[in-house]
């Protein structure tokens, strides 16, 4: 299997847990890490489900990547994740020392892998990573939008009084 495959199938594994986060209800992003080339972690955004601002899928996914290789430093992992790392997230990663990044669709308004600031490639940190937007980003784009077009049209219709 060539990389480009790997790399294809592994957001395709981060686009099926956006998926279920959208089940829910929530935002549909998802995030999985790989570690020499087999997934150590999965997981998708819970903020509504658990009411907790933090629960974003790159955090849950890093927390459940540091357990099961029994470290914070994530050094040789790379991380897949459906939308553009926020502030937050982009800190986290950092911080939790992951070297590579491949995210789907850029965010215009909380981006900060590329959109608004490249927090990941700011060499005034003392961790840089590297970063691809995923081929499949018109896909990971997509999700995004039908979700929040289908909210829309829910609050109209409550609105209506439907």
């Known amino acids: 299997m060539t990389i480009e495959q790997q790399e294809h199938d592994y957001m395709q594994d981060a686009i099926e847990e956006a998926k279920k986060a959208g089940a829910k209800g929530e935002v549909p992003i998802g995030a999985?890490?790989?570690h020499e080339g087999k997934i150590i972690a999965r997981a998708h955004n819970l903020r509504e489900t658990t009411q907790n601002a933090v629960t974003h899928a790159e955090l849950l996914a890093i927390q459940e990547a540091c357990r099961v290789i029994s470290s914070w430093r994530l050094e040789e992992t790379t991380m897949y994740v459906t939308?553009?790392?926020c502030p937050m997230c982009a800190g986290a990663i950092l911080q939790?020392?992951?070297p590579e990044v491949i995210y789907g669709a850029r965010d215009a308004k909380?981006?900060?892998v590329d959109s608004l600031y490249r927090l990941l490639n700011d060499d005034?940190?003392?961790h840089q990573c590297t970063v691809t937007e995923s081929p499949l980003?018109?896909?990971c784009g997509q999700l995004l939008t039908d979700f929040f077009r289908v909210l829309r049209e829910k609050k109209?219709?409550?609105k209506r009084g439907h």
């Open 32 to 34: 999985v890490i790989v």
């Open 83 to 85: 939308l553009e790392p």
């Open 96 to 98: 939790s020392r992951i």
């Open 110 to 112: 909380a981006g900060c």
């Open 124 to 126: 005034r940190f003392n």
């Open 137 to 139: 980003a018109e896909e």
């Open 156 to 158: 109209k219709q409550q």
